[in-house]
């Protein structure tokens, strides 16, 4: 599946919080509690949940790491009104403190969901590649740095980050 394919960056800092470790736990008993409630229990219809906690880890790393905040406004840090996961290639987008792209979103018929739209706000050239920034780029590079490790499980080694002001 598309969820499969996704980086998770789970293994890159393995050091997971004990906020996290509640997070897994509360994600893991609720997902657990709506499939007994729901799900038909019949064998061929029965869903079998990941057993190890490192499944569900790398299963909520992979929706942290990929997932877009959905804002209202032009640029995408400023207020979040929910999450989306969106399929390849944006969640194959990297990170960059100078992006030559800027995510948006569009809001078309109501009751649909949002897309997402790239736009680039310079020449790229071809086969260059296309990146955005996964928070407010205007941000001291310590800021930057611990809400990309925080978040995204990596550090940023743009040149903004390599040369701070």
Do not use: M
Request: with cysteine; hydrophobic share 30%.
């Amino acid at each position: 599946t598309e969820i499969e394919k996704l980086q998770h960056h789970a293994e890159v800092i393995p050091d997971i919080s004990q906020e996290e470790v509640i997070h897994t736990t509360a994600i893991k008993y609720l997902v657990e509690s709506l499939l007994v409630s729901h799900n038909d229990q019949s064998p061929q219809n029965r869903i079998e949940l990941p057993t190890s906690n490192s499944v569900v880890e790398q299963l909520i790393s992979k929706l942290k790491t990929n997932c877009f905040t959905i804002s209202q406004g032009f640029l995408a840090h400023e207020e979040g009104i929910g999450v989306g996961l969106f399929a390849s290639p944006a969640s194959s987008i990297n990170h960059s403190c100078i992006p030559n792209a800027v995510q948006t979103f569009a809001y078309g018929v109501e009751g649909k969901l949002p897309a997402l739209w790239v736009t680039t706000t310079t020449t790229i050239d071809n086969g260059g590649e296309v990146c955005i920034s996964y928070l407010d780029a205007r941000a001291k590079t310590s800021h930057r740095q611990d809400d990309l490790t925080r978040n995204y499980r990596f550090k940023c080694k743009c040149r903004r980050c390599k040369e701070p002001s």
